[in-house]
DNA sequence: GCTTGACCTCAACCATGGTTGAGGCCAGAG
DNA sequence: CTCTGGCCTCAACCATGGTTGAGGTCAAGC
């Protein structure tokens, strides 16, 4: 089983796959909206840092909180290009994704709290109710993120 | 200007649309899907009975949490057919939708408490850390849950 | 009886987030 | 030196949630 020559520090697409449990057409996917970069071997395959894995995991992560590829992308854009980010990057885009969440469970509160109101009155339809007015609901996510939590297939990190 | 001919009860497709502030090719593919049902009258025009409102209401509210319009088209089915649902057949669907929401809830700040730990220790990556390892996130979604919140349009309900 | 606007159907198209398959290259092992 | 597994590219396809446009019908009003 002729296996792909890699030094300790690269990566295969096919090992990213394995070690992140995303399939290899999703990471070629990835790299072609630019959330991962790779480099090429003389013979034109793709070898990847270590730290792509943390990338993968960061997506994959963010995805489960129901943020786009899109918004991704602009976050790891963050990420400096030109060294090797250090835990305290990955730690600043963390609390960035927090301060996301907290956004979000308290929206979903706010929907929840009136959807008690709604239930009280059965109103849930019309003018009156907050659920189904609401302009006041914060901002602009954009349409893609596809769910919410737990894809099909979830086995992120085996190793 | 030749306004179509409707009963007290009946709504047009247009009136419907402006009421609710869904497009009328949107309520056309929501009849597709069986989310809402229509008559016709005698020159092949949709009439939707009043309660209409209150579904295209529910469903807007529901995809706004994230909901896929299966999932919201499998709760609907749930009311009854052939009486107009009383605001006790909605108090029970959206006491369902509390239970939902909660469970959502309680999915997104798991995750947010693992992710603060994760910033703790820098680690946002591998096998560690919950947040890559979501196993144990709970139930199955499907796919299409387009957005979490507010779509780009959002103005239900004007009347 | 013609115009006009609201409505109809059906097919094509858009974006997101991918998967699948065809056809081909590269390299290590026998 | 050939076989084979892993990789490559590119195009087509899938689902969700719709929108857009072409071409045609229906009915109120002048």
């Known amino acids: 089983m002729p296996r792909p020559h890699t030094t300790?520090?690269?990566?295969?697409?096919?090992?990213?796959?394995d070690r992140s449990g995303v399939a290899i057409s999703a990471l070629h996917f990835y790299e072609r909206k630019?959330?991962?970069?790779?480099?090429?071997?003389?013979g034109n395959q793709r070898r990847y840092s270590r730290?792509?894995?943390?990338?993968?995991?960061?997506?994959?992560?963010?995805?489960?909180?129901?943020?786009?590829l899109t918004a991704i992308r602009e976050a790891l854009d963050q990420l400096p290009s030109e060294r090797t980010p250090t835990p305290d990057d990955w730690a600043r885009l963390s609390a960035a994704w927090r301060t996301e969440l907290d956004a979000r469970i308290a929206q979903l509160q706010a929907l929840r709290d009136d959807l008690s109101e709604c239930i009280g009155c059965g109103c849930l339809s019309?003018?009156?109710?907050?659920?189904?007015?609401?302009?006041?609901?914060?901002?602009?996510?954009?349409?893609?993120?596809r769910r919410l939590l737990s894809p099909r297939t979830d086995r992120v990190n085996q190793g």
């Open 8 to 17: 300790f520090h690269e990566l295969t697409v096919g090992q990213v796959a």
């Open 51 to 68: 730290d792509t894995l943390r990338r993968v995991a960061f997506i994959r992560a963010s995805q489960h909180v129901g943020i786009s």
């Open 126 to 145: 019309l003018r009156v109710c907050h659920l189904t007015n609401p302009r006041d609901v914060l901002g602009r996510e954009g349409a893609g993120a």
């Open 34 to 42: 630019g959330l991962i970069r790779s480099t090429r071997t003389a």
